[in-house]
Structures are given as structure tokens and as C-alpha cells.
């Protein structure tokens, strides 16, 4: 069986950029609008943002079947030998993609990691996604921590596909450069065979007709003009309805702001783009 799955990881070095809201909003585009069953993993912390998107917190605060197990010693054994066991990981969510939630283990499976041999290190996340997730969905998107650490490297080799969401700042932008040469180092490793690259690039949280953001967009199409993408312009509705435990796209014109409207349609433009960013490759 050939796997044709298409995946997908938002992430960057730093905290509070909005990669999880990005990563939700996408989803949900993907699904929505472009008929593909989707699956989330949140492998970004113990906060399990993603579920709180959702409106999942609670649902998930003891998974029957961690993700944290995919990275151990024992889940050839657990897979072989537990029903259901991918089933029993997986959450529905009211707005179309499932989601794999993050899980307390993942801290301790990350250190676990940095005692196996490096060329058997960061295949575990790639096996189990071409094993369990690519039989089942069409596109898998990955919420990464904002830090390089196992669980990470793990989730660059697994998707190949790295979306870049920045808020606007000169810090951000040299994060990315940092990002690029994180993703070439991991093109140059000989013990492994995967070829990450970035795809998509945009601004978040923008404050349109401001100096700062302007400048700053301005800066992403010069330097990434083949993969920048539409600007997130800021909107109290994002952080309201994250605290009501959905997407924008649950809710009607009318319920939503003006910059509330203008960050879903952007948001349907960016998966656009991904999406047929990932069908060239």
C-alpha cells in the first residue's frame, strides 16, 4: 500500500506565535472545505492546547492510550498485542478533524530518547504515522513544541512539511533563520533519509496600518517570495472563542467580528496554498 497521506507540522523556535491556533484553524479548513479526514497531534505539552481548542480539555486529561507511548521501547508490544489501541488514542472533535491529544509522558520519553542510538532516534514518529495514521486519514498536521528537543526532530523528520507561523518582530525573523538551518542540518544527516523543508510562512496577530507589521510582512515576501503566505490580522474573537472551545469557523457571520471574518478567510486562503504546496512535492 503505497501511503499518500499528506502531513504537515507548524512550528518554530519560540512560544506565542500562534502555531497551535494556526494549527487548529487549518484543520479545520482542510476538512471543511476541502473534504479530507484529518487528524491532529499535539506533541506541543502537557497544557494540550489543541484539546482546549476543541473544547476537549477535560475529555483528555487521562488518555486510555498516551502518544508518549509511540516514542517508547514497549510500542512494537502495544501495538501488537492491545485492541484498538489507535482508536483508543484518538479524539473526535465537533468540527470535523480528530485529534491525538498531547499526554504527561512526553517529557519522560523525550529524555528517554536521548539514550537511544542516534540513527534509531527519530524514526519513531515517521513509523507510526505510515503505519497507523496514513491507512485511516488524508492529511496529518503535527503541533510541535516550541523548542528543539527529541519529540521535536521527531515530528521534523515525520512531516517534511514545516508551516511557519510569526508573530511580527525582529526576534521572529531571526528565528526563522534559525529554522532554516535547523531544517538543512536535518537534510544533511546521513542516518536518516528525510528532506524537511519549509512550505508556508505568514505573519500572526498583525495590527494592520501599524509600522512594525507592516515592515514585517513586507520583510516575509521579500525573503520567502515563493512561500509567503496571507497575514492573520489580530481579532478578540480568536482568544474568545478559543475560551468557548472552538475555531472560528464554528460560528456564522454574524457572531463574529469583522476582523473575526477576515481571519477565518485568510485562514481558508492559507490552507489553500498549503495544501497545494504539499500535492507539488
Known amino acids: 500500500m503505497v501511503d499518500t497521506i499528506r502531513r504537515a507540522t ?24 476541502h473534504d479530507l479526514d484529518t487528524l491532529l497531534i499535539d506533541l506541543a505539552g502537557t497544557q494540550n492546547d489543541l484539546a482546549t481548542q476543541f473544547g476537549l480539555a477535560d475529555d483528555v486529561l487521562d488518555p486510555d492510550a498516551p502518544i508518549s507511548a ?62 497507523e495514521v496514513a491507512p485511516r486519514y488524508d492529511l496529518v498536521l503535527l503541533d510541535l513544541p516550541g523548542k528543539e528537543d527529541n519529540i521535536t526532530i521527531n515530528g521534523l523528520f515525520a512531516a517534511e512539511n514545516v508551516i511557519a507561523p510569526l508573530k511580527p518582530g525582529e526576534f521572529e525573523r531571526t528565528q526563522l533563520e534559525s529554522l532554516q538551518r535547523e531544517l538543512a542540518m536535518i537534510r544533511d544527516d546521513d542516518d536518516h533519509d528525510a528532506e524537511p523543508v519549509l512550505q508556508l510562512v505568514f505573519a500572526t496577530m498583525v495590527v494592520p496600518r501599524t509600522n512594525l507589521s507592516e515592515e514585517f510582512t513586507n520583510a516575509l515576501d521579500e525573503e520567502y517570495p515563493d512561500i509567503s503566505g496571507q497575514p492573520v490580522a489580530e481579532s478578540a474573537n480568536i482568544g474568545n472563542e478559543q475560551a468557548n472551545g472552538q475555531t472560528l469557523f464554528a460560528l456564522s457571520d454574524d457572531e463574529l467580528y469583522e476582523t473575526g471574518q ?9 490552507t489553500t496554498s498549503l495544501l497545494e504546496r504539499l500535492e507539488a512535492r
Do not use: C
Open 10 to 33: 507548524t512550528y518554530v523556535p519560540k512560544g506565542g506565535v500562534g502555531k497551535t491556533t494556526s494549527t487548529a484553524h487549518i484543520a479545520v479548513s482542510a476538512h471543511n472545505d
Open 70 to 131: 509511540v516514542f517508547g521501547e514497549n510500542w512494537s508490544f502495544i501495538q501488537e498485542n492491545i485492541d484498538d489501541v489507535f482508536e483508543r488514542m484518538t479524539f473526535e472533535t465537533e468540527e470535523g478533524p480528530d485529534l491525538i491529544p498531547a499526554d504527561n509522558g512526553l517529557g519522560a520519553e523525550d529524555n528517554n530518547l536521548a539514550n537511544v542510538p542516534r540513527e534509531n532516534r527519530y524514526d519513531r514518529l515517521e513509523q507510526f504515522i505510515s503505519e
Open 262 to 270: 477576515r481571519v477565518r478567510e485568510t485562514y481558508r486562503q492559507l
